[in-house]
């Protein structure tokens, strides 16, 4: 399996920690955190870089290919991730709130395994059709960003995921959807969708609270075939309860 992976990156390079890597044979992982606040901007990178070290490490050392096993190991790992940002930001008196924005990105062979931070929404396409469009929970009250939902579901060959920096339906209406998911129709470049898709986005908010654009174009050595059974995305919130089926958008 190959991710092509596109970036538009809008926030200073300083303040943005990011990681991807292939984990044994089938397991891709690909990390983009903004950090938008500058103090005590290293110590946020550093929970981050011990998150992936932990997590590269017993995945890459573990004999199981028990997929089950790695999505729990890998909610678990995300809950002690929000444990010590929230324990890190409530130490700090002179910040009244830090805010993340990103993504954790796992991808099991043909499993998507993802989790976002922050004002952040994705986009999923396939077929030429934008399939899914989901917005990350988030609790303003907190004095820190957490990685609340789990998105999971099966992708397909030529499936793109993109995740942006915005909450969608704050800044995107029906009408666009329906201009982006013409020209997905016209031209199955990704690159110009993705020109599309900036150039509204660029138009109705400035650059740096748009922080990102991140896209990734799946494609399998071996066909993945559609079936009926195929699993649908599921959005767990709170990474402690049940996934609800998402309808398709």
């Known amino acids: 399996m190959q991710l092509v992976e596109t970036k538009k990156q ?41 998150f992936v070290a932990e997590f590269t490490s017993k995945v890459q050392n573990t004999e199981s290919d028990n997929i089950s096993e790695l999505k729990q190991y890998f909610e678990n790992s995300l809950k002690d991730l929000n444990l010590k940002f929230d324990q890190f930001a409530n130490k700090v008196r002179d910040v009244e709130r830090f805010e993340l924005k990103g993504v954790i990105q796992l991808i099991i062979d043909n499993l998507l395994l993802s989790s976002m ?11 030429q ?21 789990l998105v999971e579901g099966n992708l397909e060959g030529n499936d793109q995921l993109v995740y942006i920096g915005v909450k969608f339906s704050d800044v995107l209406g029906q009408q666009d959807r329906k201009e982006l998911e013409a020209i997905l129709l016209e031209d199955e470049s990704e690159e ?41 995305f599921t959005l767990t919130k709170g990474l402690n309860i049940i996934g609800e089926k998402i309808q398709a958008s």
């Open 129 to 149: 059709k934008i399939l899914y469009t989901l917005e990350n929970a988030i609790d303003p009250s907190e004095k820190i960003d957490a990685f609340s939902d």
């Open 10 to 50: 809008y926030g200073p390079e300083e303040s943005i920690y990011a990681f991807q890597d292939t984990l044994g044979d089938t397991v891709k992982m690909n990390v983009y955190v903004e950090c938008s606040s500058q103090k005590f901007l290293q110590f946020q990178k550093d929970i981050l870089e011990d």
């Open 117 to 127: 931070i922050g004002e952040v929404s994705l986009l999923i396409m396939r077929d």
């Open 192 to 232: 110009k969708f993705l020109l599309s898709l900036e150039s509204i986005l660029v138009s109705r908010i400035e650059k740096q609270y748009l922080s990102f654009i991140l896209s990734y174009v799946v494609n399998f050595s071996l066909e993945i075939k559609k079936t009926r059974n195929t699993k649908d």
